[in-house]
């Protein structure tokens, strides 16, 4: 039987798929190779959505290594091995959270603050709040929030009187760099 003994550098330089063999380096850095898993069931359609999200997170990370300015506003957030296009890719398939929304100093008057805090893996762009009266779905006012001097922490400054009693739907939405958005309501009544 005949012995093969491969050349180590270029084994550990392949990357990829050759026929039915994967080629791939672990997280320690060894060099694996095994054969393709063979699909005993058609993809279901959510499957094939998450392989299109997938591809369009990979164009989103491919643009980010190739943008300079981008490439090293993610690089901060690399941990060990991790590179921008990895940070990226992770940012596109994760949308922006709004986690709690404060309403305790709202009375419905002008100049009154709205605190929001949003939270994303790499950061939360901007944040816009609708307020609606909860049962005609009339908007009563709109705008962008301001980021505050805490993290994670948006302000949006109130600038129309809205009667007491009357019910209020607050929006607010949250975007990320990629254009994932993140939303959550509050429904409530002006004291």
């Not at 359609?45 to 090293?72: C, H, I, T, W």
């Not at 305790?104 to 009154?112: E, L, V």
Request: glycine letters at 8%; proline letters at 7%.
């Amino acid at each position: 039987m005949p012995k093969f003994t491969p050349n180590r550098l270029f084994i550990q330089a392949l990357k990829g798929t050759i026929g039915d063999l994967v080629f791939y380096e672990d997280a320690d850095g060894n060099s694996i190779i095994q054969r393709k898993g063979k699909r005993k069931v058609p993809p279901s359609e959510k499957q094939l959505g998450s392989n299109d999200r997938f591809k369009l997170a990979a164009v989103y990370g491919k643009m980010v290594q190739a943008d300079p300015v981008l490439s090293a506003e993610y690089r901060p957030l690399c941990r060990g091995r991790m590179a921008p296009y990895h940070v990226a890719l992770r940012d596109f398939l994760t949308p922006p959270k709004l986690v709690a929304i404060d309403l305790q100093s709202f009375s419905g008057q002008p100049g009154q603050l709205i605190r929001m805090i949003a939270t994303d893996d790499s950061r939360v762009l901007s944040v816009q709040v609708v307020v609606r009266h909860a049962i005609s779905q009339a908007i009563i006012e709109q705008g962008a929030s301001g980021p505050s001097v805490i993290a994670d922490q948006w302000l949006y400054t109130t600038r129309t009187v809205i009667r007491s009693g009357t019910p209020v739907l607050l929006e607010a939405t949250a975007a990320d760099r990629p254009g994932n958005l993140g939303a959550a309501n509050m429904h409530f009544i002006i004291p």
